[in-house]
């Protein structure tokens, strides 16, 4: 059975949405291959989305309420559009990301392949005065779901960073 952090910071919880919620959200996007997929599968895809959720960890802003809580949200000191966002929930962007990744995990997508680093492939080699170019390597994880880094960006800290403060002068 999945667990589901409402924003109490539990310690067990495994997923920001509920099969319920991305049953609904999906279905008013009309994304049926969701609809067919059995319940346990999306659950399955569900936690896969949260795991790989916490690739982000670094780039949250503010900071996990409690040390013990399982996943990344609830946070406190967070502020998007100039509102502070409570400390007590799991923000609706959050929660349709989750189910915007579980809808790709459950299509078959690996959220966490392993990188292909590249070959070294020499695209280019001159002898004098010597030169080699090589081809560039275009697999960037950080870069790989962009439509999720957009609707999650307003929660990122300024510099990317969990640590990171977005101060405004007057």
Known sequence: MIIIETGAGLADADSYASVAAADARCASLGLTAWAALAEASKEIALRKAVQFMASYRTRWAGRRVYQHQALDWPRYNVVVDSFIVPSIIVPVDVVNACIDLAVRAGNGEDLLPDLDTGSN??????????????????????????????????????????????????
């Open 121 to 170: 492939a020499i695209k280019k080699d001159k002898t004098g005065p010597l030169e080699t170019e090589y081809f560039q390597n275009t697999t960037d994880a950080r870069e790989r779901f962009v439509a999720v880094d957009a609707l999650l960006a307003p929660y990122f800290g300024a510099a990317g960073g969990g640590n990171s403060m977005k101060v405004t002068r007057a």
